[in-house]
């Protein structure tokens, strides 16, 4: 079993900055790609930002590009997103997303639990 663990979601005041990060732990063989996801109230959950483990390419919401930079650290099987300048529509349950390599032949996606990031106006 794969669990992702997620933190730093929190409230902060608009134009203000957070970091989240999730790790990842248990049967892992290796992890093809990690990623944010967030759901606001009443809305689908969209992609914010992913990021490949292997070569490190990366791509963005468009509401977001500019504002936050996804980052890994491929030997702790983690991802960190840093949020800057946010604003109140931001505010969403973050979730995080992982593409596990479990074994050669099996390949899973797992999500976490979920953060709240709320954002003051």
């Known amino acids: 079993q794969v669990q992702l663990v997620e933190s730093g979601g929190g409230l902060v005041q608009a134009g203000g900055s957070l970091r989240l990060s999730c790790a990842a732990s248990?049967?892992?063989?290796?992890?093809?790609?990690m990623a944010w996801y967030r759901q606001a109230p009443g809305k689908q959950r969209v992609l914010v930002a992913r990021i490949n483990t292997g070569g490190g390419s990366t791509n963005y919401a468009d509401s977001m590009k500019g504002r936050c930079t996804i980052s890994r650290d491929n030997a702790k099987n983690t991802v960190y997103l840093q949020m800057n300048s946010l604003k109140p529509e931001d505010t969403a349950v973050y979730y995080c997303?992982?593409?596990?390599?479990?074994?050669?032949?099996?390949?899973?996606?797992?999500w976490g639990q979920g953060t709240q990031v709320t954002v003051s106006s």
């Open positions: 997303n992982a593409d596990v390599q479990r074994s050669p032949s099996h390949r899973n996606d797992y």
């Open positions: 248990g049967s892992v063989f290796s992890i093809n790609a």
